[in-house]
């Protein structure tokens, strides 16, 4: 098993470019997460999906969209980066949603916008 | 709103010896989950160990414990006999039972661990 797979690993963008971050399971479980790591503000939730075809939004959406056409498959949108998106992007899945249920996280993507 | 906090920005502890990690938080949840991750300089997060708001017994794995003190709100990390491995920033974080809060996990924003010879 793959686990959580992101991709890419690295990318910079220029202010106002687009670009798709892809995360991706194997482990066929329902709900998906998307984080930013920035430093010395731990980890914070932008958006999550409790199955195929829903998403909500998390503690920081601002600026990002995202969309879960298919279980394993979780994709965050950045339509218009900005310097301020510049963080690390973390997927995470977990097989249910009550408080026991351990998230698996990928290895994360370290996005520069500058 | 829940939050979680984490006062000890970065601390040495010496091989073989024990570090606590502190770890207190907020919430009004009636029910509640605590985790400990920990993230190495290679960036990824590794899921170390749980303890539910309910359970009676601190949760315990391998060098791993968790010191739950429910009634001052902290949940504390304990590894035992520290290996050069250690070496990584660890996070306290916790996940809700009400429709808010639910599926959700809020982190705190960590403490890093320095283990030397």
């Known amino acids: 098993n793959a686990g959580v797979t992101q991709t890419p690993k690295f990318r910079v963008l220029k202010t106002g470019q687009s670009m798709t971050l892809l995360c991706a399971q194997d482990m066929n479980h329902e709900y998906m997460y998307w984080y930013r790591q920035d430093p010395g503000m731990g980890l914070r939730l932008i958006h999550y999906?409790?199955?195929?075809?829903?998403?909500a939004k998390g503690e920081v959406p601002d600026g990002y969209n995202v969309s879960r056409l298919k279980k394993q498959n979780f994709l965050l949108g950045l339509e218009s980066a900005a310097p301020s998106q510049t963080s690390v992007y973390f997927c995470?899945?977990?097989?249910?949603?009550?408080?026991?249920?351990?998230?698996?996280f990928g290895p994360g993507t370290r996005l520069t916008v500058t | 709103a829940q939050k979680i906090t984490q006062t000890q920005p970065g601390m040495f502890v010496q091989e073989k010896e024990a570090v606590t990690l502190d770890c207190t938080y907020d919430?009004?949840?009636?029910?509640?989950?605590l985790f400990w991750y920990k993230q190495p300089s290679s960036g990824e997060m590794i899921f170390l160990i749980y303890?539910?708001?309910?359970?009676?017994q601190n949760a315990t794995e391998g060098r791993y414990s968790l010191n739950f003190q429910k009634a001052r709100k902290s949940a504390n990390l304990v590894i035992s006999a520290s290996q050069l491995g250690d070496s990584a920033m660890y996070f306290c974080a916790m996940r809700g039972s009400t429709t808010d809060s639910w599926g959700k996990l809020q982190f705190g924003a960590g403490t890093q661990v320095v283990v030397t010879p």
């Open positions: 919430t009004s949840d009636p029910s509640y989950g």
């Open positions: 303890q539910g708001s309910y359970d009676q």
């Open positions: 995470a899945s977990s097989y249910g949603q009550g408080v026991v249920y351990e998230q698996y």
């Open positions: 999906s409790v199955g195929e075809g829903t998403t």
